[in-house]
Nanobody, 124 residues
Framework: VQLQASGGGLVQPGGSLRLSCAASDFTGSPMAWFRQAPGKDREFVAAIRWSEGTTRYDDAVKGRFTVSRDKALNTGYLQMNSLKPEDTGVYYC????????????????????WGQGTLVTVSS
């Protein structure tokens, strides 16, 4: 399984970005987004069940970020609005080998395949 994340960049506070994660064929679920700020652990951002579209968000991004997928293109998306400086970090997409229960969505240790990361910098 190969994941290719893209779409990061420099944006001013209050701005928007859309990240993409193009995936080779995979059978695991969900596709999740994590981020890692300098000096901090990797943290859960959002996830979407590939088949039925069930979503989960970290409280810090709820209402500002939207996770989605295009099954025909095998691509996941993370739409990020109202960005804040604390959203700065490297964003990774990830999928597990199998199907996770919802309570496991949030732990990076449950994911087997990771994209290379794309840097998001929110700064004026």
């Amino acid at each position: 399984v190969q994941l290719q994340a893209s779409g990061g960049g420099l944006v001013q506070p209050g701005g928007s970005l859309r990240l993409s994660c193009a995936a080779s064929d995979f059978t695991g679920s969900p596709m999740a987004w994590f981020r890692q700020a300098p000096g901090k652990d990797r943290e859960f951002v959002a996830a979407i069940r590939w088949s039925e579209g069930t979503t989960r968000y970290d409280d810090a991004v709820k209402g500002r970020f939207t996770v989605s997928r295009d099954k025909a293109l095998n691509t996941g998306y993370l739409q990020m609005n109202s960005l804040k400086p604390e959203d700065t970090g490297v964003y990774y997409c990830a999928v597990p080998r199998g199907r996770l229960i919802i309570s496991s969505f949030y732990g990076p240790q449950y994911y087997d395949y990771w994209g290379q990361g794309t840097l998001v910098t929110v700064s004026s």
